[in-house]
């Protein structure tokens, strides 16, 4: 059961610009939500987090937006950098369970 | 500090065979997760282990199986290995599961059944 879902497996965007990466859950225990990052042949890094109290959370260029009611969360990058290229995996956290969406995909171009 | 180690990096097996794969934590860290990535999927809840008892387990057959020791390192184990099993394992160290505390990773290990 996909309790965590990334719809978009990609996204381009140009330099400057922002990027917004959706996730979606299904979960209404889930109460802890993150972000990571993955480069090829590394493991995933850690983001950017927020807790189901809170609807924003931001972190220099990136922000984490919670909308419960929707049981929807979207990271914001802006600007964007080449060096942002890389999957973007969301993650929600409930106790000890954390559930992860398959990635997205996100290529900045100079 | 150290960060999270898997050990191998990389695995050719064989069809039928079985593998072992192993995963030191973040040094004090008690809690180890392991995921498997494949395309398409994302990243996909295996079984997640705390002071050396399973707590947690995604939908994955019995022929994954896992343990962790009186020092938190863990170990991953497949039987009867099919070609589907093709894919990246990673683990994650936590410090204390109920503290909402990010996940670190490994840089994972690659296994190609063939």
């Known amino acids: 059961d996909q309790q965590v879902k990334q719809n978009s497996p990609s996204l381009s965007v140009q330099e400057g610009r922002i990027s917004i990466l959706n996730c979606d859950y299904t979960n209404s225990m889930f109460d802890y939500f993150l972000w990571y990052k993955k480069y090829p042949a590394e493991g995933p890094t850690f983001l950017i987090s927020i807790s189901s109290i809170k609807d924003k959370n931001e972190d220099g260029r990136f922000t984490v937006f919670l909308n419960k009611s929707a049981k929807h969360l979207s990271l914001h990058i802006v600007p964007s950098q080449p060096g942002d290229s890389a999957v973007y995996f969301c993650a929600a956290k409930k106790r000890d369970d954390m559930r992860f969406g398959a990635g997205t995909r996100l290529t900045v171009k100079p | 500090k150290a960060g999270v180690t898997q050990t191998p990096r990389y695995l050719i097996k064989t069809r039928g065979q079985q593998v072992t794969l192993s995963c030191s934590p973040i040094?004090?860290?008690?809690?180890v997760s392991w995921y498997q990535q494949t395309p398409g999927q994302g990243l996909q809840f295996l079984f997640e282990?705390?002071?050396?008892?399973?707590?947690n387990k995604g939908n994955f057959p019995g022929r994954f199986s896992g343990r962790q020791f009186s020092n938190s390192r863990s170990e991953m184990n497949v039987s009867t290995l099919e070609l589907g099993d093709s894919a990246l394992y990673l683990c994650?160290?936590?410090?204390?599961?109920?503290?909402?505390?990010?996940?670190?990773f490994g840089q994972g290990t690659r296994l190609t059944v063939v």
């Open positions: 282990y705390f002071s050396e008892t399973q707590r």
């Open positions: 994650a160290s936590s410090l204390v599961g109920f503290t909402n505390t990010e996940a670190f």
């Open positions: 040094s004090g860290h008690r809690s």
